[in-house]
Structure formats: C-alpha cells, structure tokens
C-alpha cells in the first residue's frame, strides 16, 4: 500500500539547499504575503507511522497507522507534541477517519489484503476498544460524511466510491473512480455544493452531487495522490506519496511542488519548497488557516500556514506542469 521511504541523498545539504533555492525561489519578493511559508513539525511519537489524520473540535488530533494486523491510533493534545497510543490492537490496517455527525469517531480498516471483503468500518467507543459499524467491505481506505449523516468510502481495489447509511445500508455512489489496484483511491473530500472529491493515482476525480456526473478534475502530475486539502476554488494542495513531494494543483495553473525531493535529509523542516521535504505523504487537513499532512516514512505529522486565497498562484511554487 506504501511504497518504500525515501533514501537520504549522498551529497552535502547546504549544496542542495543552495542550487534548490536559486532553482525554485523567486529573485524577489513583492512583500510579506508572497513569503514562502515554513514546514513545522506538529506531532512526533508514532513508531507506527502515520496513514490518515482528523482534528477533533477542541483541537486534539487523532492519527491512523501502522499495517499488516499491527494498526494502531493515536491521539495528540492540541496544539501538538508528542502522541500517545488510544488504540493498540483490533486494528489491521488503519486508514481514513472522520468525526460523525454523532460524534462518535470512525476509522477505516483496509484489512487483510489477501483476504477480499476482510475490511470494515469501525467506531472507538472508548481507548483500547474498537466496535463494528459495517464489515464485509473490500480494502476501504478515504472515507466522509455528508451533512444529511451519510458516510461515503473509497472501495480502492473496486474502483469505486459507496454510500453508506447510518442504518448499514450500502449503494454504489461512483463507479471508474481511478484504475483499481493500479491506482488506489485515498482520501475523499466534499464541498458545501455537494460535490465529492477523490484522490486516485495521478488524478482527482469530481463527482457531482447524487452520483449522476463523474469528471477528471485534474488530468495526471501526481504520481500517486493520496491525500488532498482544497485551498480556494479548484484548487488543491496533494500529497503525493509516489513522488515524495506535496503539491499544488488546478486545472487552469497547472501544479507546483511546495517541497523538495532533492535534500538529502527526507524529512527536512524549513522554508518551502526549497528547506523542506517529505518521505511519504499521506493524508491531510486544514485546521484553523493550516494545513496538515501525515507522514508514514517520517512518522509524524507536519504543518505550514496556507497562503491568502486572495493569491491563488503563489510566487514560492516550483511550476513543473500545465494540463492540456
């Protein structure tokens, strides 16, 4: 479901950071607002790793990782630092998870890759514990609510997205939602519209509301897109795993990377893109003006300020691609 961290690069960091810097930086800056932003650290202390994340109201945030009958969830205070284990066991693999309209928290279990059918959706009634709330799917991994309560979730090896009632009632939503195994849906997202959004190999897929429309939003530069934040419009800062970067896309602009793949260090902090990269991006959020993204190579969870939607093409992006 991973692919393999990031090697550290054998060549010296002021090298790298300087030749980056004169290749992805601006010779100047218009004012403070076109400053490029820092990537900090927000939560560490997840030997696990980190797969998808979800803050809480009050701020706490809750984390998923780890794989293969050893998943686990993590719980850190607001504000960040250091996270503690609120599950241990019962979980195989942990992937999304969302509040519900319940309150009641809910993660994705992928399961047993060599078992179909063997992933489900479960609540966390209490630390240490987890309850059933759907079982029998196949390898769930993004999941959302809508405002009427209804959970929406990535079938990833199916190429689809399913609707699930609060009763347990299960509908095809979407079908042709990425290529299957080949390219594994990640995180999903909804607008205020209606409009539902899926991350899948290099593509983000729209879904009009009800399911009627499916569209490719953004055609191909993502490698493999996992997790994804909408900024202003159709605009979407992603997490591309496959690529080890994070990226910047639209279908008018065209993508900019915001974190350096070159710096020896794979899990660097700093001004990006230049000083900063990731090893293997998962998922993200926004959360009071910040964005932030898992890490399953670093283990940990990262956070940069977003830039004003006033300027929808910021100056500190690296432009790699425009599409047809």
């Not at 241990?88 to 969302?98: E, I, K, M, V, Y």
Request: net charge positive.
């Amino acid at each position: 479901m991973h692919p393999t961290p990031r090697a550290p690069r054998a060549f010296l960091h002021r090298l790298a950071v300087s030749v980056a810097a004169a290749l992805v930086m601006p010779t100047a800056i218009a004012g403070a607002a076109d400053e490029p932003p820092i990537l900090k650290l927000y939560a560490d202390q997840m030997p696990r790793g980190c797969t998808d994340i979800e803050f809480a109201p009050d701020g706490r945030l809750f984390v998923t990782g780890g794989s293969g009958g050893s998943g686990a969830l993590y719980k850190v205070p607001a504000g960040g630092g250091a996270a503690v284990t609120l599950v241990d066991s019962g979980l195989f693999t942990p992937w999304g998870l969302r509040f519900g309209p319940d309150g009641d928290l809910y993660v994705a279990d992928f399961g047993d890759p060599k078992k179909p059918g063997s992933g489900r959706i479960v609540t966390i009634p209490a630390p240490g514990q987890t309850k059933l709330f759907k079982g029998g799917l196949d390898a769930p991994t993004g999941i959302i609510f809508d405002r009427d309560g209804n959970m929406y979730v990535a079938l990833s090896r199916q190429a689809k997205v399913v609707k699930l009632a609060h009763d347990g009632t299960l509908t095809d939503y979407a079908k042709g939602v990425g290529a299957g195994a080949s390219e594994p849906i990640g995180q999903l997202q909804l607008d205020k519209a209606g409009y539902l959004y899926a991350a899948a190999g290099p593509n983000i897929w729209k879904v009009a509301p009800g399911g009627r429309t499916l569209s490719k939003l953004i055609d191909g530069g993502l490698g493999q897109a996992t997790g994804f934040v909408g900024w202003t419009g159709d605009n979407f800062i992603v997490s591309t795993n496959a690529l080890h970067e994070l990226r910047i896309v639209s279908p008018a602009a065209g993508v900019r990377v915001l974190t350096n793949a070159q710096l020896p260090e794979a899990c660097a902090v700093g001004a990006m893109p230049a000083e900063a990269s990731v090893s293997l991006p998962m998922g993200m959020r926004m959360f009071k003006g910040s964005a932030y993204v898992a890490d399953q190579g670093c283990r940990n969870v990262r956070s940069f300020e977003l830039p004003s939607p006033n300027k929808p093409q910021p100056t500190w992006g690296k432009l790699e691609t425009h599409y047809k």
